[in-house]
């Protein structure tokens, strides 16, 4: 069959009805979070401290705090640099201040506060992460890039970048980068077989240093130390690295760590040379600095423009209002249309910089799981919300599964009303994700692993067949640094209480995600696979009776599908909400949003709603 695209919102006339039906209720959560920070006395003999934030500003940006006056300056990244989030920052020895964003370079100078230098040191390089970037020994700075694992060098005086190639063929995290008197450099690489590596960069030789029985998944470590020789460890196996070579040794045998200039992601604490100590607090808008010898502590609030943290998921809750997550930071929102009041309700308990992946409801409950530690928690909104703290924590942890459910993607409640699944992307450097269900009624905690539903696949999609067993979705990716094994992503359906596997399906030649999984009324399934293909599979037949390309739609969003009381399910993609028709899967555009759509979506009181960046849209359905 053949779809039917009616593009109303291209008709003149009509599209400019449908902007008038877009409504921006604001920025949910406006927080920046804190990647980094470091603190000195500038040339010109000022005690600042520098902050490394992440929010959906236009431009990202530094935080300069001096603590003496109490002022704040808000430096903002030189032009063309894209926004992805610091993992890895240093204060040099040379007195500059140097970040990673998006795979760039940005060198700052804190005594005038002008970015000097900004650029990438090889066409793959994405980030910089852990403690990758250090002051060499030769007055350069060295950096380990992700996710091609290059060794480069920076000189800070001819603003140039040396590749000396990548160090791990497979391996994505170049986590940790030292260096010994002798003039070798080691790196600690990782996730899914970590990996120690010496490099000479006067002779070019690289050394794998580990055995492969210590390859395992993980991550190596190194640091610098005192002695003029670099350490390691792989697991619980502990080097002294000196000449290129590793020697086992006793952790205890290790010498202290050199004092060096890095900050890694979420660094917030650190001292003066007056003895002072400083903390911030980016998420809740204070720096404090603290003399110990008077025991009295001063607090410094932020002040700047921020452009609010990343929304991620949201859902329509049992109460007639709108939820959603934002990341980095996490914060729970809440959008009452009853009084168009939207409110930052605030973190949720061991979050932190994560999110709600997805959220479904059961009753009066939302159920959510999150990154990173593939919890699956419970809120309950008859009562009110304490962010998880407490003695009698709203939301409530049911469970975790932080290797087999780390990244979630999917979860639902079942019509029974007693029982809810979770599912989603394994841990870092594992491939092949999981499916957790909980039974509110007996509180009984269940892990389908990977093998048991499709070996090497990770379910991203699910819902309930009108017989209650599940269909799930897959992805063959494995984000996190893992080695994809599967080729093809497949819906399958399962039996959830007799614990079987009752098909599975191909559904899109090629595809590696099925992103979106809906069911209409007659019991039809429509999906979205990855590149915006849409599909209807017949579980009686189990048989994929429809397909089409949607892709001009722009790309596919979880939680992307939601079928309504009408019979009719509701689309959004990156650049259109669309309307797909019970029984000739017409698919009819309502509308081109005036933004981006990065998530969804809920449907509330006639009007859909949805995400772009950190802010909340709506949109008002047709009546018809």
Known sequence: MRIVITLLALLAGVAAMAQDAFTNHGIAAP??????????????????????????????FLLVVDVDSGETQQCFYPEGVPLAGAFASLLSTNGKFYTGEAGYLLEFDPTTRQFTFSGKPHEESGHFVGKSIIDGPDGLIWIGTHPRSHLVSYNPTTHEFHDYGQLDPTEQYFNYLAYDDAGWFYAGIGTARMSLVAFNPATGEKRQLLPDD?????????????????????????????????????????????PNGQTGYGGRTGGFPDGRTWNANLEEGWVEVSVPATNTTRRIALEYQSGGALLTSMVAGPDGKVYASSCHPMHFVVYDPANDRLTDLGPVANVGGGNFCDMATQGPFICAPSYSHGIFHLFDTTRPFNGGFGEDPNPRELARWPEDICRPRATIGHPDGRHIFMAGFAGYGRVGGGLGIYDLQTEQATLVTHEKLIPNHSTIALRVLPDGNLIGGTSTEAPGGGHPLAKEAVIYGYDWQAAKVLFQVAPVPGAGAIVNLEVDAE????????????????????????????????????????????????????????????????????????????????IVGGRLYFCSGASIWSYRLPAE
């Open 31 to 60: 927080v920046a979070e804190l990647r980094g920070a470091a603190a000195l006395q500038d040339a010109a003999g000022r005690n600042i401290i520098i902050l490394v934030p992440l929010d959906q500003s236009a431009r990202g």
């Open 214 to 258: 210590q390859r395992v998944v993980g991550s190596a470590t190194v640091y610098r130390g005192t002695d003029g020789n670099a350490y390691g460890s792989a697991g619980s196996n502990w080097y002294r690295l000196a000449g290129g070579q590793a020697t086992p040794i006793d952790r205890s045998e290790a010498a202290p760590a050199a």
């Open 523 to 602: 019991g039809k399934v429509y999906g979205l696979a990855s590149g915006g293909q849409f599909f209807v599979f017949d579980p009686a037949t189990r048989q994929i009776i429809h397909r089409a390309d949607l892709s001009e739609l722009g790309g596919p969003l979880r939680s992307g599908l939601s079928r309504q009381p009408d019979g009719r399910t509701y689309a959004v993609f990156s650049r259109a909400i669309a309307r797909i028709e019970p029984g000739s899967f017409a698919v009819t555009v309502l509308a081109n949003p005036p933004v981006p759509v990065t998530a969804g979506m809920a």
